[in-house]
């Protein structure tokens, strides 16, 4: 009976069986292959199509009205000079203007800050933003 015992205890040592891993859920099927073989040559006779109806790019020609000389006001003649210009390089050297007077708000710098001679050309105001600041400056250009 003694052996019997230690038949009983030994059993009861054994770690429990492990757990069995949930059941996998069935894989689910693979679409089928596309057919890709009849869809490039289709592909490839279009493409072949478009490359010879493309035209080479032009540049883009700018619009005449920027284009066109304009003669600045003697207020704005004192910033950018008397000649006449097109807008577009009376825009760049009241840039130019700004940016070496540093007169661009440090904040915003959406905000130009003016100084006497700009004051005179932004109709007295001591701030300006840089998109009202375009449309103060055609007032002044001829």
Known sequence: MAQAKKATKKTAAKKPAAKKAPAKKPAAKKA??????AKKTAAKKPAAKKAVAKKPAAKRAPNPAFMK??????DL????????????EVTKKIWEYIKKNKLQDAQN??????????KSIFGGKKQVSMFEMTKLVNAHLR
């Open 109 to 118: 710098k959406r905000m130009i800050n003016a100084d006497d001679k700009l």
């Open 69 to 74: 000389a304009m003669t600045p006001s003697a």
């Open 77 to 88: 003649a004192a910033v950018v000079g008397d000649k006449a210009m097109p807008r577009t």
């Open 32 to 37: 089928a292959p596309k057919k890709t073989a």
